[in-house]
């Protein structure tokens, strides 16, 4: 979710280099995000090749937002 919430929309290649993390692994992630709505699909073709773009829902922003505020009340409960 962060690499989305920093950029607009990542196709499937970019998101896989950007995390370092293998097909299958991001897949597994990406089918569970948008399961749950945070995340949204658009595709196309490029030069004739499919492309599939990734992008933060507005439920997806909500979020992940709230996920951000929580670890910041947990880091403070640690000062």
Same mark, same amino acid.
């Given at each position: 979710?962060?690499?989305?919430?920093?950029?607009?929309?990542?196709?499937? %290649?970019?998101?896989?280099?950007?995390?370092?993390?293998?097909?299958?692994?991001?897949?597994? =992630?990406? /089918? #569970? +995000?948008? @399961?749950?709505?945070?995340?949204?699909?658009?595709?196309?073709?490029?030069?004739?090749?499919? %492309?599939?773009?990734?992008?933060?829902?507005?439920?997806?922003?909500?979020?992940?937002?709230? =996920?951000? /505020? #929580? +670890?910041? @009340?947990?880091?403070?409960?640690?000062?």
């Amino acid at each position: 979710m962060s690499a989305l919430a920093v950029n607009d929309m990542l196709d499937f %290649n970019l998101l896989k280099e950007y995390l370092n993390v293998t097909d299958g692994n991001l897949a597994s =992630h990406i /089918k #569970a +995000l948008e @399961k749950e709505g945070f995340i949204d699909i658009e595709k196309s073709f490029i030069d004739r090749k499919p %492309n599939t773009k990734y992008f933060m829902t507005k439920d997806g922003k909500q979020a992940f937002d709230d =996920h951000l /505020k #929580a +670890l910041q @009340k947990l880091i403070e409960l640690q000062k």
